[in-house]
Nanobody, 123 residues
Framework: VQLQASGGGSVQPGASLRLSCAGS????????MGWFRQAPGKEREFVAA???????DYAHSVKGRFAISRDNAKNTVYLQMNSLEPEDTAVYFC??????????????????WGQGTLVTVSS
């Protein structure tokens, strides 16, 4: 499967963005999907994940502000990001896993990765 992330941009603190991850080649309904991010000078970190059955998991830092969802008809996974903070500035990556049925925060469980989309939160 190929994954294409989009929707990044430059916004002010408190704003919202919705990232999209479109799949091609295979249906994403058979994958656990995740979003990760990497800020300058930092390691890639887990943001959110959604299992095949719709179970979700979030990093503590985004819980209550971000929401992951999937639209199987559009073969797309979304990350709705609200109340954005400067600390959310990073390149965001979507990833898919055929190894797991539930949700995992460890990026090593994900075997398909899209290119990143940059999110900048600054006043």
């Amino acid at each position: 499967v190929q994954l294409q992330a989009s929707g990044g941009g430059s916004v002010q603190p408190g704003a919202s963005l919705r990232l999209s991850c479109a799949g091609s080649g295979r249906t994403l309904s058979g994958y656990t999907m995740g979003w990760f991010r990497q800020a300058p000078g930092k390691e890639r970190e887990f943001v959110a994940a959604i299992s095949r059955s719709g179970v979700t998991d979030y990093a503590h830092s985004v819980k209550g502000r971000f929401a992951i969802s999937r639209d199987n008809a559009k073969n797309t996974v979304y990350l709705q990001m609200n109340s954005l903070e400067p600390e959310d500035t990073a390149v965001y990556f979507c990833a898919g896993s055929t190894f797991i049925w539930g949700v995992r925060q460890d990026p090593d469980y994900y075997n398909y990765w899209g290119q990143g989309t940059l999110v900048t939160v600054s006043s």
